[in-house]
């Protein structure tokens, strides 16, 4: 329940910083996904505690992919610096709650150049009230941010103002 949890927590977060500009629906992807995706590196745990051991915190939380990310972001957005900027944040955030509110592997941010890893030894263990604290101002963040972004203006042009003066007529 609690991994489940500190997962919705990171995309949570990620969609926070997406929500800190105007980006499109493309953009904000491209941001949530920078936070979210490098936890794909643990994918080999399907394999052996092993294969787990030698790629998480390594493959997808270090610098070479935050690179990648950013290039992505750079040639694929409709505002890349912007994008490219908050893909970067969203990103780090994600590698800052890893190091304080779960411990496990250290963080190997130079991988593949060094093994040398990140840890912090004051790091909360999951089942924390510390966590469930974070786990709440991300949720209470997450709606805010939508609160917001509802309640900006529309343009009597857009298509989403189309859709919403036809829902309202049904």
């Not at 051991?53 to 912007?82: C, E, S």
């Not at 909360?124 to 939508?146: F, Y």
Request: proline share 4%; hydrophobic share 55%; no cysteine.
């Amino acid at each position: 329940m609690l991994t489940a949890a500190h997962v919705l927590t990171h995309i949570g977060l990620a969609w926070i910083v997406a929500g800190v500009a105007r980006l499109s629906v493309r953009d904000r992807w491209i941001v949530m996904l920078a936070g979210t995706l490098l936890d794909l590196d643990g994918a080999g745990l399907v394999w052996s505690e092993g294969a787990y051991l030698a790629a998480h915190r390594a493959a997808g939380h270090g610098l070479l992919f935050v690179v990648l990310i950013v290039i992505v972001a750079l040639l694929r957005a409709d505002a890349p610096w912007t994008t490219a900027i908050l893909a970067a944040v969203s990103f780090h955030m994600h590698l800052l709650l890893d190091l304080v509110g779960t411990g496990g592997p250290p963080i190997r941010y130079l991988w593949p150049l060094s093994d040398r890893g990140w840890s912090y030894d004051g790091h909360w263990v999951l089942a924390s009230w510390q966590n469930v604290a974070a786990m709440t101002v991300v949720a209470l963040g997450v709606l805010v941010v939508e609160w917001r972004r509802r309640r900006r203006p529309v343009s009597l042009a857009s298509p989403s103002s189309r859709v919403r003066r036809g829902a309202l007529r049904t």
